[in-house]
């Protein structure tokens, strides 16, 4: 039976058909925090962004597309989300198992820039066929780039939903007008949080905000109206506000490995600041199996409010 807290979080996307709602519950109702309305996801694209030896050789395994769905199913996250290629090496094998998150944009390492942009590297019927509930998709607010990826969502967002797909969006402020800092400046992850809601998202990730202010006018603002960002907590809970006062799930990527402490910490605030989860990569698959299991079960546990 449907949990009253995932009936809620259904009932916000009210433009959408049944067969993205079906999409949606299934995300919602598997692995360990089913029906909690919490998500822990498992994206492996840094194969395709850092290159297989930064992303696979601390924990070798991982060059095997197989160990990755393993990794997800026995650990009991949500979703897994990758490139096609990872996709299509275990789809059929693991046929069913677990909702699947097409990565449909990449981009690689080799060539740098100060705006970047993301190549499309696969479809809405690439995602169809391999039997996905989602297609997943990368925006650089900030990007001298950012109008063309924006359009370029906007379309496939349209055609996924009616295919019956989730619309997940990595929402990344990069680019020359803005500082190192401000990447993560908490106005500047609110603000990436409010535009991927405004071009359609299901599922918004963003990066956990520091307490930094990058833009002058918002920082007035923020001083005016004293807005809360001392803690992470805090800030987390004004990046959930800006997505539609909370109507819309916000997850937060766990970013490069760090010592479990560290991780654990973050939960906790992400958790008390009313985020919906985490998408946690290289923080899982570049430890050992065992030791990946135990993080994101206690991620989990975390989540679900055990501890």
């Not at 925006?139 to 619309?167: M, T």
């Not at 991927?196 to 990058?214: R, W």
């Not at 065992?290 to 994101?296: C, G, T, W």
Request: aromatic share 8%.
């Amino acid at each position: 039976m449907m949990s009253d807290r995932v009936r809620q979080i259904l009932s916000w996307y009210e433009s959408d058909n049944p067969g993205t709602l079906a999409n949606l519950r299934r995300m919602l109702g598997t692995g360990t925090l089913a029906d909690t309305g919490k998500f822990v996801i498992l994206p492996v694209d840094q194969g395709f962004e850092h290159g297989p030896a930064r992303s696979f050789a601390p924990n070798p395994v991982g060059y095997n597309p197989h160990y990755h769905f393993e990794l997800a199913l026995e650990a009991g996250c949500n979703a897994y989300a990758a490139p096609l290629g990872f996709i299509e090496a275990g789809a059929r094998h693991f046929a069913g198992e677990l909702p699947l998150i097409l990565k449909l944009n990449n981009n690689e390492s080799l060539y740098g820039s100060k705006n970047p942009c993301q190549a499309i590297t696969a479809s809405i019927d690439h995602a169809l066929r391999l039997g996905c509930a989602a297609i997943g998709f990368t925006i650089y607010p900030g990007s001298a780039h950012a109008q063309q990826q924006y359009e370029q969502l906007n379309s496939l967002a349209e055609e996924a939903k009616s295919a019956g797909l989730v619309v997940v969006v990595w929402s990344y402020p990069r680019g020359e007008g803005l500082s190192k800092d401000g990447e993560t400046a908490i106005d500047v992850c609110a603000y990436a949080a409010q535009i991927a809601a405004q071009l359609g998202a299901h599922i918004i990730k963003v990066k956990p905000p520091t307490d930094f202010i990058e833009q002058a006018e918002a920082k007035k603002v923020f001083e005016k109206q004293q807005i809360p960002i001392k803690t992470l907590a805090d800030r987390i809970r004004h990046c959930v506000q800006s997505a539609f006062d909370g109507r819309r799930i916000v997850i937060f990527s766990g970013g490069a490995t760090k010592d479990e402490a560290a991780v654990f910490d973050e939960i906790r605030g992400i958790r008390d600041g009313g985020g919906f989860g985490s998408i946690i990569g290289r923080n899982a698959f570049q430890r050992p199996r065992k030791d990946a299991v135990a993080m994101l079960k206690r991620i989990m546990s975390i989540y679900a409010g055990k501890e």
